[in-house]
């Protein structure tokens, strides 16, 4: 893991900046092709998650690719979400003022990254599934979310999904999101989803064997979740966002998979000086 954890905020020098680089403090994403190819790299110091006193040099060369369609949530969500989440509020002009200003574009698509990590000399092959996102807006304020459970994994028959339920009181008190890869790569929005974040973890620490249910293209998916690994950090430059990521193993319907489970908290405490 990064030795600047739980801080996640990195600084470019003067030249990255105006060369416009995508990349600071030795870590640079390149795009190759739109929507199909990035390049990785990086070249620097990390730390073992088991012992973060131990720093090992790290030389990542990988490029990203996809060849399944991105999910804009402007355009592909599904309305019911949509409309449950703006039937809980109280309407008023302010209201959707305030919904206006706040609106984010926001992608995601899966993929896969492939290349090779050399750790103190010794080289690895990599061959990881992944996803990448985007937002974008007038503004960013990590300080808006109460807090949120993002699920994307892959399973063993190709699919790939995405299910997350997220509390932005500024805009929604809940909201369900996501969306479903088939095997064929068609993709299938989020229709509804049934975790209650009320019920999981609202104390600020997250439940480590659980399940739920969300349902995309009319079918009904079983989640049911196991915590591998759960690395913490901090996003923004005041710590605004506590994450709880997790490494995780899946089993949906019946088929096993593995990706990611990540939790956010509003981190009211300010950032603590290490």
């Known amino acids: 893991m990064s030795p600047k954890l739980p801080d996640t905020t990195l600084q470019q020098t003067k030249e990255e900046e105006e060369a416009g680089v995508f990349g600071a403090e030795g870590l640079k994403l390149e795009p190759i092709e739109p929507m199909k190819r990035w390049k990785l790299t990086y070249n620097g110091k990390m730390r073992l998650s088991e012992a973060p006193e131990k720093e090992l040099s790290v030389v990542l060369n990988a490029e990203w690719k996809s060849n399944l369609p991105v999910f804009d949530f402007d355009t592909d969500m599904d309305p019911s979400p949509v409309a449950r989440a703006l039937a ?41 599934n992944s996803m990448r996102d985007h937002s974008y807006g007038h503004k960013r304020e990590w300080k808006n979310f109460h807090r949120y459970a993002l699920h994307m994994g892959t ?30 790569g068609h993709v299938v929005p989020l229709q509804r989803c049934d975790l209650q974040l009320y019920q999981h973890g609202e104390d600020g620490t997250p439940p480590l064997d659980y399940a739920f249910n969300f349902w995309a293209g009319d079918k009904k998916y079983c989640v049911q979740v196991k915590v591998l690994h759960t690395p913490e950090f901090y996003i923004a430059d005041e710590w605004e966002a506590r994450v709880v990521e997790r490494m995780v193993t899946f089993r949906v319907n019946g088929i096993a998979g593995w990706g990611i489970a990540e939790w956010e908290y509003r981190n009211t405490m300010g950032k603590v000086q290490h």
């Open 88 to 128: 809980k509020e109280t309407w008023s002009r302010e209201f959707f003022q305030i919904l206006k200003e706040a609106h984010q574009s926001h992608y995601e698509q899966h993929g896969d990254i492939e290349g090779v990590v050399t750790i103190d000399g010794v080289k690895y092959p990599l061959n990881l």
């Open 155 to 184: 399973l063993e028959d190709g699919t790939r999904f995405c299910a997350s339920i997220v509390s932005c009181p500024i805009n929604f008190s809940q909201i369900e999101l996501g969306y479903l890869y088939k095997p064929n």
